[in-house]
């Protein structure tokens, strides 16, 4: 097996590295997933794999993907409006879902629609009514609104309801254990769950950090019901309601659909716990701090995705969407958030939250305010990462054999059916690492090409740009 030595390795990583994490670098075709062939830098004399005699292009390109990579829907999903698979794996409707939902993308709508002045660059991007809000979202590559839907404006659920590639998250997040509390929870609840876009119950949130894991107890005794498994929970430790909570020793089950209920964490202790409650677990996962940040490390980053997929259940992190000065969290770049969505799908995410939508801080292009397509760079790396995970669904809810590992400061996660595979490679990193492909994948009688485009990619060892990706497919 060809391999550079070791000067010539040294000389590539210092002609390479670079602390610019929003571009790729030049030659290196490491910056985007699926696209460009992961060259040398400096035109050094590198091994190279055959290329392949007739690539595919565009429609035969699909269409040859599509013929291999085939999603069939589990049986025991088939006729539910929402089912989570033994892969962790969610169907809508007995078709595959990707849930990639927003905070603060309900009500709040009125307020972006409102808040950007005559003449600001905002206008570009302020939608003129509610139709307008959930297109932008949904051009986007958004598909949740994470709200409480029986109080949202009329106009913006008969938006959702038009929109084909739109559903709800119905937020439940109020006291159960007053009989007024019960009486108006239930109320919401059969509400909800009349509505046929409403494919997931998302909350109390970080019941972890506020302390409130009897209320999340409580509202999951509504949904499913009495059961002396859920009653034993609650009889005592921080699972058990306070005073003289009003709790019918009969309640039937409130969600006829059983819906995933689940929302976000903050630490790891509720995670530990989380499945206590929850059908989901939805990790807080802010890595960036700095532009320097690495999106798989410190606290809140992506490795606790992997690390407690083990708890049994999908694994949905909520992702950076926004800085927050208050916890010294930088504004994501274009970049960052290109690594922290592929790092995230290296780990095994079953989807996306993103924190948040819109808010008070910080204010862009002339608003008033914060609106996530404002930042426009950002917005189309989202769009563009979403558009990528929309095109690897075949992939991702196939029957592939699913393997991962690291390589040196690279993340990767393959998926191999019959005699393909698709191998998902990301930088977690702001500085650009090399990769020698070798070391995750062995050909014999293969060729190697992107997925997206089906361009042949013939470096046996190449560089990834800072932040950046690479989604590759070897076949016969």
């Given at each position: 097996?060809?391999?550079?030595?070791?000067?010539?390795?040294?000389?590539?990583?210092?002609?390479?590295?670079?602390?610019?994490?929003?571009?790729?670098?030049?030659?290196?075709?490491?910056?985007?997933?699926?696209?460009?062939?992961?060259?040398?830098?400096g035109?050094?004399?590198?091994?190279?794999?055959?290329?392949?005699?007739?690539?595919?292009?565009?429609?035969?390109?699909?269409?040859?993907?599509?013929?291999?990579?085939?999603v069939?829907?589990?049986?025991?999903?088939?006729?539910?409006?929402?089912?989570?698979?033994?892969?962790?794996?969610?169907w809508?409707?007995?078709k595959?879902?990707?849930?990639?939902?927003?905070?603060?993308?309900?009500?709040?709508?009125?307020k972006?629609?409102?808040?950007?002045?005559?003449?600001?660059?905002?206008?570009?991007?302020?939608?003129?009514?509610a139709?307008?809000?959930?297109?932008?979202?949904?051009?986007?590559?958004i598909n949740?609104?994470?709200?409480?839907?029986?109080?949202?404006?009329?106009?913006?659920?008969?938006?959702?309801?038009?929109?084909?590639?739109?559903?709800?998250?119905?937020?439940?997040?109020?006291?159960?254990?007053?009989?007024?509390?019960?009486?108006?929870?239930?109320?919401?609840?059969?509400?909800?769950?009349?509505?046929?876009?409403?494919?997931?119950?998302?909350?109390?949130?970080?019941?972890?950090?506020?302390?409130?894991?009897?209320?999340?107890?409580?509202?999951?005794?509504?949904?499913?019901?009495?059961?002396p498994?859920?009653?034993?929970?609650?009889?005592?430790?921080?699972?058990?309601?306070?005073?003289?909570?009003?709790?019918?020793?009969?309640?039937?089950?409130?969600?006829?659909?059983?819906?995933?209920?689940?929302?976000?964490?903050?630490?790891?202790?509720?995670?530990?716990?989380?499945?206590?409650?929850?059908?989901?677990?939805?990790?807080?996962?802010?890595?960036?701090?700095e532009?320097?940040?690495?999106?798989?490390?410190?606290?809140?980053?992506?490795?606790?995705?992997?690390?407690?997929?083990?708890?049994?259940?999908?694994?949905?992190?909520?992702?950076?969407?926004?800085?927050?000065?208050?916890?010294?969290?930088?504004?994501?770049?274009?970049?960052?958030?290109?690594?922290?969505?592929?790092?995230?799908?290296?780990?095994?995410?079953s989807?996306?939250?993103?924190?948040?939508?819109?808010?008070?801080?910080?204010?862009?292009?002339?608003?008033?305010?914060?609106?996530?397509?404002?930042?426009?760079a950002?917005?189309?790396?989202?769009?563009?990462?979403?558009?990528?995970?929309?095109?690897?669904?075949?992939?991702?809810?196939s029957?592939?054999?699913?393997?991962?590992?690291?390589?040196?400061?690279?993340?990767?996660?393959?998926?191999?059916?019959a005699?393909?595979?698709?191998?998902?490679?990301?930088?977690?990193?702001?500085?650009?690492?090399?990769?020698?492909?070798?070391?995750?994948v062995?050909?014999?009688?293969?060729?190697v090409?992107?997925y997206?485009?089906?361009?042949?990619?013939?470096?046996?060892?190449?560089?990834?740009?800072?932040?950046?990706?690479?989604?590759?497919?070897?076949?016969?």
């Amino acid at each position: 097996m060809l391999r550079l030595t070791f000067f010539a390795t040294l000389a590539l990583v210092v002609a390479c590295t670079s602390s610019d994490d929003t571009t790729g670098l030049p030659g290196t075709g490491g910056g985007g997933a699926g696209t460009g062939g992961g060259g040398a830098a400096g035109g050094a004399d590198l091994p190279s794999y055959d290329p392949e005699p007739n690539p595919l292009t565009g429609e035969a390109c699909v269409a040859d993907q599509g013929k291999h990579w085939i999603v069939l829907a589990p049986a025991d999903c088939m006729g539910k409006r929402t089912c989570i698979d033994a892969q962790k794996r969610f169907w809508v409707d007995g078709k595959p879902f990707l849930p990639r939902g927003v905070y603060n993308g309900g009500y709040e709508y009125q307020k972006v629609i409102a808040n950007c002045p005559v003449g600001e660059p905002c206008e570009a991007t302020t939608p003129k009514d509610a139709a307008g809000f959930v297109k932008l979202l949904a051009d986007g590559g958004i598909n949740l609104i994470m709200d409480r839907s029986r109080f949202l404006k009329q106009e913006l659920l008969d938006a959702i309801h038009a929109e084909p590639r739109m559903k709800i998250a119905h937020l439940l997040w109020s006291d159960p254990f007053t009989q007024q509390g019960h009486d108006d929870m239930v109320a919401d609840i059969d509400a909800a769950a009349a509505d046929s876009d409403v494919v997931l119950w998302f909350g109390p949130d970080e019941i972890d950090l506020n302390s409130n894991w009897a209320e999340a107890a409580g509202i999951r005794r509504l949904l499913r019901g009495a059961s002396p498994e859920l009653d034993q929970l609650m009889s005592s430790g921080k699972y058990k309601p306070a005073g003289t909570p009003f709790l019918p020793m009969d309640e039937p089950a409130h969600d006829p659909h059983g819906l995933p209920y689940g929302a976000a964490l903050a630490f790891d202790a509720g995670l530990e716990d989380g499945t206590d409650v929850y059908d989901v677990l939805y990790p807080v996962t802010y890595p960036f701090k700095e532009p320097y940040s690495i999106a798989n490390e410190g606290m809140w980053g992506t490795w606790r995705i992997s690390t407690y997929a083990s708890k049994g259940v999908p694994m949905v992190p909520v992702l950076q969407m926004v800085g927050i000065p208050e916890i010294d969290l930088w504004q994501p770049t274009p970049g960052q958030v290109q690594a922290q969505i592929m790092s995230a799908l290296a780990h095994g995410k079953s989807g996306s939250f993103y924190y948040n939508l819109t808010g008070d801080k910080p204010k862009m292009a002339g608003r008033d305010g914060w609106f996530a397509p404002d930042d426009t760079a950002a917005w189309a790396e989202f769009t563009a990462r979403h558009t990528l995970e929309d095109r690897l669904i075949p992939v991702l809810f196939s029957e592939a054999v699913v393997a991962g590992g690291t390589h040196g400061h690279l993340e990767w996660r393959s998926y191999e059916l019959a005699d393909r595979r698709v191998i998902l490679i990301a930088n977690p990193t702001p500085y650009a690492r090399l990769l020698d492909l070798d070391v995750i994948v062995q050909l014999t009688n293969a060729y190697v090409r992107n997925y997206l485009d089906c361009t042949p990619f013939t470096d046996r060892v190449s560089v990834v740009a800072p932040h950046g990706s690479l989604v590759l497919e070897v076949h016969p």
